[in-house]
């Protein structure tokens, strides 16, 4: 059987795999509310099979021509380079704050699944599958277990007084264990009557403690008048 010609049944096979397998990925990033999800992960890899189907086997009759030297390859290699820029549309920075590294990652792995089922590599893939839905899942766990504790955390306070008022702030958090990384104030003097100032503090929490119960205790400081809470990576 030329190599160059595969059965229809069996590229409705691979797609169809390919279709499942990415779907898979995309319904666990679809539950953690991610950037990607269901449907753009089924797009990847179903894309990423196609491609793979078209390099191996869309050009039959140019292989026959005298001299020419096919490469099954050379068009699927362009996708794991290619894919890069719908990773990093996914990837997001908020002050210190940057979310959707884990998606990017996820539809890189989703492309090479696609290209190995359009291969025919069907074990390489399907296991592929499960090993990252098993990290996904099991060491989201284990991640939130035993290393919640080393994010960093971004705090905004507003305050309508600047005098003593830092040294309220840092007595408090001095008190709850809290470890305070890099901090810095703006004076607000457009009201005439009084001046606001704005502390921005990238602080880590001890192990065990919620941020949005240290900005309640912020918040009932005299003079507070907003706390906000940015989470880490």
Known sequence: MSPWHLD????????MLALILGGLIGFER????????????ILVCLGSALIMLLSAHGFPEFAKQPGVNMDPARLAAQVISGIGFLGAGTILRNGLSI???TT?????????????????????????TIMVLLSLWMLNAVEKRFFSSKRVYLLKIHATRTHGVLN????LLERQGVVIIRLSTEE??????????RVTMSVK????????L??????ELKFITGVYVEYGA
């Open 205 to 212: 929490l001890p192990k065990g403690m919620k941020a949005l």
């Open 104 to 128: 990017a990652a996820s539809l890189w792995v989703v492309a090479a699944i696609g290209l190995a089922a359009g291969a025919g590599f069907y074990f390489p893939a399907i296991l592929s």
């Open 30 to 41: 679809e539950r953690n509310s991610s950037a990607a999800g269901f449907r753009t992960h």
């Open 99 to 101: 979310t959707g590294l």
């Open 168 to 171: 309220e702030i840092s007595s």
């Open 188 to 197: 607000d003097d457009r009201n005439e009557n009084e001046v606001d100032l």
């Open 8 to 15: 229809p049944i069996y590229m409705a096979g691979r797609l």
């Open 214 to 219: 240290l900005a309640d205790e912020i918040r």
